[in-house]
């Protein structure tokens, strides 16, 4: 992985067990997580190969440990110069209750941040409209 130019990190933080909960209980399936890893793992492998194609080297991350702690941890693993993270828009009273991953990124990171701000497939397609 050191040897990538870009590595694709995501991840997933555990959600509470719910499987005693009744309204909640059949959908806290314990194969959540291995269907989560497959579908991303999947995703992010064609995101590397979009990058490959562009002509650079990528690897590819995926975890359920806190964004966050998992993104800085990539980072000072493989002595990246940059993260890059997408803000992810859920508004100022939520990231002030829950907080905001790329503020947190922001403070603890040693070496310098790129926020960019997330858009829709949506979004983008109609921005190149225009």
């Known amino acids: 992985m050191s040897e990538?130019?870009?590595i694709l990190v995501s991840t997933h933080q555990r959600p509470p067990d719910l499987r005693r909960c009744p309204s909640f209980g059949p959908r806290a399936s314990p194969g959540w997580r291995r269907d989560w890893v497959t579908q991303t793992r999947?995703?992010?492998?064609?995101?590397a190969l979009r990058v490959?194609?562009?002509g650079l080297r990528a690897a590819v991350v995926c975890s359920y440990d806190s964004p966050a702690e998992l993104l800085l941890r990539t980072a000072r693993r493989v002595h990246a110069q940059t993260i890059v993270i997408t803000d992810d828009r859920r508004g100022f009273w939520r990231d002030l209750i829950l907080g905001s991953v790329a503020r947190h990124v922001l403070r603890a990171s040693e070496i310098g941040v790129v926020v960019v701000p997330h858009?829709?497939?949506e979004e983008v397609e109609l921005r190149a409209a225009s």
Not at 42 to 47: C, D, S, T, V, Y
């Open 52 to 54: 490959r194609l562009a």
């Open 4 to 6: 990538a130019d870009i």
């Open 119 to 121: 858009e829709t497939r």
């Open 42 to 47: 999947r995703a992010m492998q064609h995101e």
